[in-house]
């Protein structure tokens, strides 16, 4: 802790130590420009603004990060926007106060001339900053943080930061399967050939693990894993309504009037066709889809309405990278 | 002997008037030409080899076998007849809207046929004015929209192509939804009801020559193709736009 603090205070010592003329060396020539003048209250200036700048550009990616705050998008703007705006001022002070100027009297000449061609470099090379060390540490701070809150938006390529609700649904044992009204189904009101969207009751329809596919497929028909053989009842069959590819709904299904020649019944994603078997515990037939579509257990009640017999055999929604490799809570 | 002969001769003279007069019984003949190879005999259905061919059937496509008839009533003989969709000419084919070879009597002998077989379903009668065309698009867009496009253009699903409605009367559109022809879904009357049929068959109707405001439509198959008519024609037409500004200005 303590030798912390020493190379702290060292380190800050060093930054701003004044430093004196030297005598010319053995290479060094006469400056053109001369020294800069110290100018300590516009040296501060810029680098509190560049620090103003790195500090807005860290408040954006906290931003970014905390998802749910309200006017997400404006305090978004509002800090990316601050820490362009400070880091502007801050190089505009360095360049009207800080960096010496020394005008050259006489027009260029159009030819060459090595020697004031030598002569230009040295007033540029003279032209220098006072407590460059410092000023470029704030510079760099502010370019570091400004680039790292342009790229946090990368993490929107796939869910990275709030993954919890990722694996909460609302399906317990003896949920209630509702329609769109919020009027719960009956295993009388499935009917084959059709197929109906129910969500969960009391939920929010707009969350992704709430909606589901339901289908009653025809006797004999079902030919569910040993794992997954309790899940069907009365041969209706639920499924997420969420494509595990993109996360699409799946708004087709194929109902087969007369199986013997005709594909047999599937679900399909409007998407990119992906077609799911109903029948088998919603394995991919076609398309792009990864895995199968999550499978909910169904019971019926003894007043014959539908209802969910514990939570989904599988993670619901599109797979992103290792995302949806743990099951969903229970 | 008189007497028998004439009786004899009327009866023969009558027998095709009432034969044609009793359209199950004119039916009935058609049935034997057209579907009983695979829909077998009194409409019993088949799943083996069937016992003849048919007109459009040929030697090598006799192994034929279709769904039993009994039941299913006037509404799909109507529908699967009007529009061309039966007699199949391969088995095993997705029927499509094809020219009907039957005239009107002969339709009307074969639906009357089938309706015969057992009881089924009558011709529905939707009354598109009785619907709303607000409800029919929500509808539509919930229940349909999905295989056959916002406004009926038809697309597809995974073996299968959902045809495009604009061909079809609200009539045949009535009867699709209670049958569900092919790999589509059936709905009932709990749930689609009569009324929300008609609101549907409405929208369809409307859907044929919809309203559009943005001016070419491009066969309204979506947003996609829209965009590649921006990318590749308004684009290019603008970077032309541009060059030729860019000379003229050069040669001020």
Known sequence: ??????????????????????????????????????????????????????????????????????????????????????????????????????????????????????????????????????????????????????????????????????????????TRLVDEHGKPYKASDIEEDNFYTAFAEGSDKEALPSSLVLVRLPKGSLKLPRELAHYAAEGIVAYSKICTHAGCAISLYRAPLFQPDEPTPALVCPCHYSTFNPADGGTVTFGPAGRKLPMLPLLVAPNGELRAGGNFDQPVGPSWWGVRERKPRT | ???????????????????????????????????????????????????????????????????????????????????????????????????????????????????????????????????????????????????????????????????????????QVAEAVRIGPYVMPTFSKKDISDRELDSIVRYVEYAKHPDDRGGWAIGHIGPIPEGFVTWFIGMTALVAVCVVIGKRLQRG
């Open chain 1, 1 to 174: 802790m303590g030798r912390a603090k020493d190379a702290l205070i060292s380190g800050i010592v060093l930054l701003l130590r004044r430093r004196k003329p030297r005598p010319l060396g053995p290479g060094e020539r006469e400056r053109v420009v001369p020294p800069a003048p110290d100018n300590p209250g516009w040296e501060l200036t810029a680098v509190l603004l560049l620090l103003a700048g790195a500090a807005c550009a860290i408040a954006f990616v906290v931003v970014y990060v905390l998802d749910r705050l309200p006017a997400h998008t404006q305090l978004l703007g509002l800090s990316l926007g601050l820490s362009l705006l400070f880091i502007a001022a801050a190089l505009i002070v360095t360049a009207h106060r800080l960096i010496v100027t020394e005008e050259l009297e006489d027009d260029y000449p159009v030819l060459e001339h090595p020697e004031e061609q030598e002569l230009i470099v040295q007033v540029v090379e003279d032209s220098g900053l006072t407590r460059r060390r410092l000023l470029k540490l704030a510079l760099l701070t502010a370019g570091g943080a400004l680039t790292a809150a342009v790229l946090t938006p990368i993490a929107s390529l796939g869910p990275a930061v709030d993954l919890v609700r990722f694996y909460a649904t609302p399906w317990r044992r003896g």
């Open chain 2, 1 to 171: 002997m008189k007497r028998a002969f004439l009786i004899t001769a009327l009866a023969v003279l009558c027998f095709p008037l009432a034969a044609a007069a009793d359209p199950v019984q004119q039916g009935y003949h058609l049935y034997g030409r057209y579907c009983i190879s695979c829909h077998a005999a009194g409409g019993k259905g088949s799943a083996g080899r069937p016992v003849g061919a048919g007109r459009l059937r040929t030697q090598g496509q006799d192994t034929g076998i279709g769904p039993s008839l009994i039941g299913v009533g006037a509404l799909a003989a109507d529908f699967y007849l009007r529009t061309g969709y039966m007699p199949l000419p391969h088995v095993g084919m997705q029927p499509r809207r094809r020219h009907v070879f039957l005239t009107e009597g002969e339709i009307k002998a074969l639906t009357a046929y089938v309706a015969s077989l057992g009881p089924g379903p009558a011709l529905p009668r939707p009354r598109p004015e009785r619907g709303t065309l607000t409800h029919g698009y929500h509808l539509f867009t919930e229940r349909c929209a999905g295989c056959h496009q916002v406004v009926a253009e038809g697309g597809y699903v995974t073996g299968a192509l959902p045809p495009p409605l604009e061909n079809a009367t609200p009539t």
